[in-house]
């Protein structure tokens, strides 16, 4: 999968789907630009990319203030002189019903799962065809952007954010060589989700959620990493548009 060489963003990279799919994406050749809010975890994984002999430079920033994503995609630029992957991975994961859920709630995931989708989306695109086109953009989605759940009040109708953007931008952008892709993950043993055994209700969900997937059990972030580098690079050069589950079958149903 041919991404050696290319410069590559990706956000939420500190942990879980993003980290992995940061190592993902060094181990075939990528020169990365990682950012996150958590500057803890981004040094921790540039300590261990530089180790490897790896080209990476970290930002801290938040997708949802444009200026922090402005920062992103302008140090991908300062440092490679061009973008040519951005990889919109950053978001929240709150899991809660409609009634319990908070007005507060909404905004905090929309400003990030929602708002920071389209920023990500939009200041890359930018950059993409500033330089004359060309570029490959991947945004994570969710099982929740493409059909319903129970317990995604909010997280759900973000993540159909970032279905929508894909799909609209693949039309607007793929006259100008900009693919757009995405992922749609099941559920993932990501750092939260296995958080979620130690809070109220969280392990009879996570034994609902794992009997939901008819390969009986939860995915891994490389995993998803995986299908990721794969839509980023030159080997889905015809592919545009496309919102490909990662779920162990769960949309199969």
């Not at 939420?12 to 958590?38: M, P, Q």
């Not at 006259?175 to 009879?204: C, F, Q, S, W, Y």
């Amino acid at each position: 999968m041919t991404v050696s060489d290319k410069s590559c963003l990706v956000t939420g990279a500190a942990s879980g789907i993003g980290r992995a799919t940061a190592l993902a994406l060094a181990a075939e050749g990528a020169r990365l630009v990682t950012a996150d809010i958590d500057t803890a975890g981004l040094e921790a994984l540039t300590a261990e990319l530089e180790a490897d002999g790896r080209t990476v430079v970290s930002v801290t920033g938040d997708v949802s203030d444009d200026a922090d994503v402005r920062n992103m995609v302008n140090s991908a630029l300062d440092a490679y002189g061009r973008l040519d992957v951005a990889v919109a991975n950053a978001g929240i994961l709150p899991l809660s019903g409609l009634l319990e859920t908070t007005e507060q709630d909404w905004d905090s995931v929309m400003a990030v799962d929602g708002k920071g989708m389209f920023l990500t989306c939009r200041h890359a695109i930018a950059a993409m065809h500033r330089q004359g086109g060309g570029g490959s953009v991947v945004c994570v989605s969710s099982i929740s952007g493409l059909a319903g759940q129970a317990r995604q009040a909010a997280y759900g109708p973000a993540k159909f954010v970032a279905t929508g953007l894909t799909k609209h931008l693949a039309v607007e952008w793929a006259p100008h060589g900009i693919r757009v892709n995405a992922v749609a993950p099941g559920t993932i043993r990501t750092e939260r989700v296995r958080a979620l055994k130690d809070e109220p209700g969280g392990p009879e969900y996570l034994a609902t959620v794992t009997a939901a997937h008819p390969m009986g059990r939860l995915g891994e972030p490389a995993e998803v990493a995986a299908a990721i580098t794969f839509l980023a690079s030159d080997a889905a050069s015809f592919i545009t548009g496309v919102v490909l589950p990662v779920d162990g079958g769960y949309l199969a149903q």
